[in-house]
Nanobody
Framework: QVQLVESGGGLVQAGDSLRLSCAAS????????MAWFRQAPGKEREFVAA????????GYSDSVRDRFTVSRDGAKNTVYLQMDSLKPEDTAVYYC???????????????????WGQGTQVTVAS
């Protein structure tokens, strides 16, 4: 049974940093794409970043590029999202997702991801 478990969320001040973790288990993810999405109250879930498990990052949303960094540790079966220079508009529930067939050109499409975590809350105070 595939499990994705996020952790690392919390309440921070604008300008602070946080690192989210996504621990993956239940199968071999070598050929998977792992992604982070977020959902703010009253808004649709939106793409944040994606990384090939066997490669490197394949994309960031314009709103987080140059502030967030996605990475993975194969030995720990964990994907990370380093978030720097946080802004109040980054406040959301952050979700980890995994997909076996994800387009490099369109990693933001939710339907490509078959596995999702339960989410972790990130709140950025101004």
């Amino acid at each position: 049974q595939v499990q994705l478990v996020e952790s690392g969320g919390g309440l921070v001040q604008a300008g602070d940093s946080l690192r989210l973790s996504c621990a993956a288990s239940g199968r071999t993810f070598t050929f998977y794409t792992m992604a982070w999405f977020r959902q703010a109250p009253g808004k649709e879930r939106e793409f944040v970043a994606a990384i090939r498990w066997s490669g490197g990052p394949i994309g960031y949303s314009d709103s987080v590029r140059d502030r967030f960094t996605v990475s993975r540790d194969g030995a720990k079966n964990t994907v990370y999202l380093q978030m720097d220079s946080l802004k109040p508009e980054d406040t959301a529930v952050y979700y980890c997702a995994a997909g076996s067939v994800v387009s490099t050109a369109r990693p933001q499409e939710l339907g490509q991801y078959g596995y999702w975590g339960q989410g972790t809350q990130v709140t950025v105070a101004s």
